[in-house]
């Protein structure tokens, strides 16, 4: 078989304890059809493992894949992901993570590293220039995710290293741990570092960096030059590129937009928060992580002691989820929290969610300050959070409920407490306003991962009061034609709504990172397929690039069937139906049942599925699909 470009043609499929191997080499027209990140992550799921099995048992499948593409030296490529089941949600868990590992991934000689089985005691596995071995390490089980990679990086000889580790959250299978990478940024949702943790696995090492050749290097270079111009002047670009960067958004959320939620969603933050403005984030700005091959600069350190600590990078889902969410508006708190995070290994948006159920339960007098180790955990009363973080962490005392994710944690405490316990399909929410943005709340109910804050463009982005300015006309290729209130549900939300969706699909089934995309970045679609074309070596086009994105739902949500998910998983909180936004130009802003109801059916015809949203088997044949479900 010739080799093919830009990608390598071959995924490894590991068991543990034994380092066996089983290396996959599935063609050119396989990796057509399946890209890379989620989509590649989903086939591997239905081939690979049985359904029903328990995601925290050894049979699980935990996936690190780049795609056709990711990893290269190139605009917004700097992405892998991971793919597993979901100890949260049962369904698939997929999550991405930016930075140095994804061009490491690439560079192994595979485009996925996939790991089955479960170590006899805790050990990491390497990747050295193509070599595989698995290696003892119990040294490092309880070793933080900073210390973990230090250590691992040393022990390589070598500077060319990157670690994915887990911290002490993963150990504990805390249902939300998330994977580090170099003790700095996160792979972060859906309980991929449980995974991780349930395998006695505690790094994946890769040493040493061999990326395949490009196709055509002329056609990256032109979009690398034309990126890194129109960054300059795009805006979205430019807010991620200044320092300090996109965590810094909290009073962007006003009387205006109202689109982050705060306390639970007991209310929703419309007016400024001085302590969390932007200028008060750049003070103590000191650093970035770098993203290989893209000049976005988005992910900034931003220490609490100035410090240039790996560990204080930080992501923009922190600022909402353990700042107001919690009641914390202190910006150093903010930064030791998402520290503390990152070295414990825990998704900071879960964690932030688990928390405000719990200050929710403790003001509602279904739980007690006793029952909370004697923490007074009121929304505000700041002192509380990293105690309990550890408490989740370490799984003691409540922080062991908690650890399970509000969803089993509400049902293992009853007395009412579901009504807390905001969370899609198990995964709990994250911070921006589905009353206000229904694009996003349609999003959040639908997608197979649960909510997800970047499941597509903000809608208040489109908002024909709030609206910024550059949006609707580069949106336009899109079919995105007119401005639409963004608490507005209907028909034609929904149209925008699937426009907005698939995209950033295609750009996970890529992993292509959203920060750089179209619709309102400057990597255009038209780029993202000239990116396939010089690094593949394909002759290709936008709509195939739009193709991957419709495949990447299809097969994901044919999994959750598989899986037992249904339609009727495909909704809200209650809270979003029955307590409207209280002030502020949004007032009274609530989701309708009914309506709400209407705009999923709509979207689930749009998208080729029946009405309990089952993909039609003309739709998977459309879609190159039909080999996942009998026709
Ligand atoms: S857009 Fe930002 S986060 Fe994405 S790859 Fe580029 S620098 Fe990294």
């Known amino acids: 078989m010739t080799k093919p470009y830009g990608y390598n043609g071959k995924i490894a499929l590991i068991d543990l304890p034994d380092g066996g191997l089983r290396v996959l080499e599935p063609g050119e027209d396989w990796y057509r059809i399946h890209g890379g990140g989620g989509l590649l992550g989903a086939a591997l799921l239905m081939t690979e493992t049985r359904p029903g099995l328990d995601a925290l048992g050894p049979e699980n499948l935990l996936i690190f894949t780049s795609s056709v593409v990711a990893g290269q030296l190139a605009p917004g490529l700097a992405r892998f992901s991971v793919v597993c089941k979901s100890p949260l949600t049962g369904g698939i868990a997929e999550t991405r993570c930016e930075g140095p590992f994804g061009s490491f991934l690439k560079g192994s000689g595979f485009d996925a590293i996939a790991v089955r089985g479960r170590a006899t005691i805790p050990s990491y596995i390497q990747v050295e220039d193509g070599a595989i071995r698995v290696v003892e390490a119990r040294e490092l089980w309880g070793m933080d995710t900073l210390a973990t990679a230090r250590k691992l990086k040393a022990a390589a000889g070598r500077e060319d290293v990157s670690v994915a580790a887990i911290g002490v959250a993963g150990e504990n299978l805390v249902r939300y741990a998330s994977i580090v990478v170099d003790g700095s940024i996160q792979a972060m949702r859906m309980g991929v570092g449980a995974v991780m943790g349930s395998k006695k696995l505690k790094a994946l090492v890769l040493v040493g960096s061999s990326l395949p050749p490009l196709a055509d290097e002329e056609v990256v270079e032109r979009v690398r030059q034309a990126f890194a111009r129109d960054i300059e002047t795009n805006t979205l670009c430019k807010f991620q590129k200044e320092d300090p960067g996109f965590a810094a958004y909290a009073d962007l959320s006003d009387v205006e937009t109202a689109y982050m939620g705060r306390d639970n969603y007991r209310g929703t933050v419309d007016h400024s928060l001085p302590s969390l403005a932007r200028d008060r984030f750049l003070e103590h700005c000191v650093g970035m992580v770098a993203c290989p091959g893209c000049p976005n600069d988005c992910i900034k350190i931003i220490d609490a002691g100035d410090r240039v600590d790996p560990s204080s990078a930080i992501h923009q889902e922190v600022t909402a989820s353990l700042g107001p969410n919690v009641g914390n508006h202190d910006l150093g708190l903010l930064l030791e929290v998402n520290k503390a995070c990152n070295l414990l290994g825990l998704d900071p948006v879960s964690t932030g969610f ?55 944690a509400s049902a293992r405490i009853g007395r009412g407490s579901e009504r807390f316990a905001l969370h899609v399909k198990g995964l709990e929410m994250v911070s921006f306003e589905p009353r206000t943005m229904t694009n996003l709340a349609l999003g959040y109910a639908t997608a197979p991962v649960g909510p997800r804050y970047d499941i597509c463009e903000h809608d208040w982005d489109y908002d024909v009061t709030a609206g910024w300015g550059h949006t609707l006309e580069l949106s336009r290729t899109l079919g995105i034609l007119d401005r639409i209130p963004m608490q507005y549900v209907g028909p034609d939300k929904v149209r925008n709504y699937k426009a907005l969706n698939t995209i950033w699909s295609a750009c996970d089934a890529l992993d292509i990172c959203v920060f750089a995309s179209a619709p309102t970045r400057a990597l255009s679609l038209d780029m993202m397929a000239d990116l396939v074309a010089g690094i593949t070596g394909w002759k290709t086009s936008s709509w195939e690039i739009m193709r991957f994105g419709e495949r990447r739902n299809h097969l994901m949500r044919l999994y959750n069937l598989r899986e037992g998910l249904t339609a009727d998983d495909d909704t809200l909180p209650s809270r979003f139906f029955e307590e409207p936004i209280g002030q502020g130009r949004l007032k009274g802003s609530v989701l309708d049942r009914d309506s709400f109801g209407a705009a999923i059916r709509s979207y689930y015809a ?26």
């Not at 955990?377 to 650890?403: C, Q, T």
């Open 354 to 408: 688990s928390i405000s159920f719990a200050m929710e339960c403790l003001e509602a007098g279904i739980i007690t300050k006793a029952g909370l180790g004697g923490l007074d955990a009121r929304f505000g009363n700041n002192a509380v959070l990293l105690p309990l973080i550890k408490m989740i962490a370490s799984r003691e005392g409540y922080g062991d409920a908690l650890a399970e994710g509000v969803r089993r």
């Open 606 to 631: 749009m998208m080729g599925w029946d009405g309990q949203g089952i993909p039609l088997k003309e739709t998977l044949l459309d879609q190159h699909l039909e080999s996942y479900a009998p026709l």
